[in-house]
């Protein structure tokens, strides 16, 4: 069964440093969609992603982030300047489409640790 | 704007004890809606859904009904085992826009044997 993944699963970084997590979407998937979950919270809307171009981003989502799809399978999440309030755990979603019924498939997360 | 409000947890049952736990949504639209359950260090994992009113989404034993009059969509099970220990999430999907994943905060449900 196809499913999303992301690399890598535990990252740890200082302060100031940049950080990129990296997900592979299920192939054929269009959407693509990061949250991020701080430790004992809810999970986050941070950014949809499609044809290219972000389609919607939140309040979270300020210019030290940024998303590509540097090539036709990887989806980057990249956090330009990490602060200490960044350590969550960060999930990568896709979906085939973006009608309402399309459900969208997590990946197992990656675990940022900022210190 | 929307929204999802999950009953406060945790929720600490005896094995075989009847589950629910409580979900209700404010949205625009006709949302889908999910419940998600995660496992200790572990990620998100769809448990089941309803895209329309009065669906029944089921899985593993869960159940949970798209009350659109009471804006719900409870989670229920007969008889909780151990291995159902996890946080479970609810979520709904928007109904226009990006369609992005508006969550509960969660629900931690510990079963003793």
């Known amino acids: 069964e196809p499913e999303v993944t992301q690399t890598p699963s535990h990252q740890v970084t200082q302060m100031g440093q940049e950080v990129i997590l990296r997900c592979v979407p299920i192939s054929n998937h269009l959407y693509f969609y990061w949250y991020r979950q701080i430790l004992g919270q809810k999970v986050e809307f941070l950014v949809s992603?499609?044809?290219?171009?972000?389609?919607?981003k939140s309040e979270i989502f300020d210019d030290q982030f940024s998303v590509e799809r540097p090539d036709g399978s990887n989806f980057t999440l990249k956090i330009r300047s990490t602060k200490l309030e960044d350590s969550a755990m960060y999930f990568c979603a896709s979906s085939l489409g973006q009608v309402r019924i399309n459900e969208q498939f997590f990946g197992p997360g990656t675990r940022l640790t900022v210190l | 704007g929307n929204s999802v409000t999950q009953m406060e947890g945790p929720v600490t049952l005896s094995e075989e004890a009847f589950l629910t736990i409580n979900c209700t949504y404010t949205?625009?639209?006709?949302?889908?809606l999910f419940w998600y359950v995660q496992y200790p260090g572990e990620g998100l994992q769809l448990l089941l859904k309803a895209t329309k009113a009065d669906d029944k989404g089921s899985n593993k034993g869960f159940e949970a009904t798209y009350r659109k009059e009471t804006t719900s969509f409870h989670l229920e099970k007969g008889s909780v085992q151990v291995s159902d220990s996890a946080v479970y999430f609810c979520?709904?999907?928007?109904?226009?826009?990006?369609?992005?994943?508006?969550f509960g905060t969660g629900t931690r449900l510990k079963v003793l044997a």
């Open positions: 992603f499609y044809n290219n171009e972000i389609s919607e």
């Open positions: 979520a709904l999907s928007e109904a226009s826009g990006t369609y992005k994943y508006i």
């Open positions: 949205a625009t639209g006709y949302p889908s």
